[in-house]
């Protein structure tokens, strides 16, 4: 379970990236996280482990009180928090298998567990498992550098998996991928998040992806919370108020052609 309340973020030149967020995930529930460029979504996702330490606010996950958490509680947490990231995602240098094997870092962190060779057979064997339910069992021992955008994504998959995360938190997963790249990782990512209910915040620009997969979808605006609810319940108002953005925070881009999109589509009654 993921719980937020009152969280606030002002980077050090003073931009309010945060301001007073309010947010509850049930366990097992999947949320949609949307918004124009510069709302808050990465920082969001960021805050909620103290990746970026929150300038005010409170945060629940699982339980354990992340703002009080010291240096040890706290990487215990980041340990146990699945990501898929768009970026700060997997190490380039060492194999797949080493990559996967870093996720069971959090549970056990024994220095053995930085590389495959040096793992446990157990330790090894569980990564390959992880791996094969991705379908990259064949691709272990490659360099992450030597994979292609999807791949890596599945890969981080699979390092969720070997965590053993409750919680998985993903920033625009699938942003860099082609269309049919995307919809692969994305049916994997519901899949494995189903499988195992977990709970799941996913940040993503396309709303058509937010249509196919998000079942209950939160958007931020300016840093605020704009709206909370299912994509197939939300108003024509709702969704236009996503345009209310002031000008200096959102950039007129591709999201907002699909955004704009979707409001003259539920304002025709026609299909989404
Ligand atoms: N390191 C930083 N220093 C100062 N301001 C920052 C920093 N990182 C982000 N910001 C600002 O904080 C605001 C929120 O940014 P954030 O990256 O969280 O938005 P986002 O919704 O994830 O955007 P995008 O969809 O473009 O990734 C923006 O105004 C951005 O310029």
Redesign the pocket.
């Known amino acids: 379970m993921v719980s937020v309340r009152g969280l606030a973020h002002q ?1 050090p ?1 003073g ?1 309010r ?1 945060l301001r007073g967020i309010d947010l509850d995930v049930a366990t097992g529930e999947a949320v949609v996280l949307l ?1 124009h ?7 969001l996702l960021k805050a909620l482990t103290r990746l970026i330490e929150p300038t005010e606010g409170a945060i629940t996950l699982d339980g354990t009180n992340v703002i009080a958490a010291g240096p040890r509680d706290l990487r215990t947490v980041r340990g146990r928090v699945g990501t898929v990231f768009q970026s700060i995602n997997l190490v380039d240098q060492v194999s797949v298998l080493s990559n996967v094997i870093h996720g069971s870092l959090g549970r056990q962190s024994s220095p053995r567990n930085w590389f495959a060779w040096m793992a446990s057979s157990a330790t090894r064997d569980e990564a390959m498992e992880c791996l094969e339910r991705v379908g990259l069992a064949p691709f272990a021992s490659r360099r992450a550098d030597q994979l292609s955008g999807g791949q890596r994504q599945r890969v981080a998959i699979a390092r969720v998996l070997m965590q053993r995360s409750r919680i998985v938190l993903a920033d ?1 997963p699938v942003a860099a991928l082609d269309p049919r790249a995307g919809r692969e990782v994305m049916d994997l990512l519901w899949q494995i998040v189903a499988e195992h209910e977990l709970t799941l915040v996913c ?1 993503l ?1 396309q709303l058509e992806l937010a249509e196919s997969y998000g079942d209950r979808v939160v958007a ?1 605006q300016n840093g605020r919370l704009l709206l909370d609810g299912r994509i197939g319940d939300l108003s024509r108002a709702d969704l236009a108020g996503l345009y209310a953005a002031d000008a200096g ?1 959102a950039r007129a881009d591709e999201p907002a052609a699909e955004l704009g999109d979707l409001v003259d589509r539920a304002a025709s009654g026609g299909p989404r």
């Open positions: 980077y030149d931009t990236a918004g460029n510069a709302s808050g979504k990465s920082t625009e940040s620009h931020l925070s």
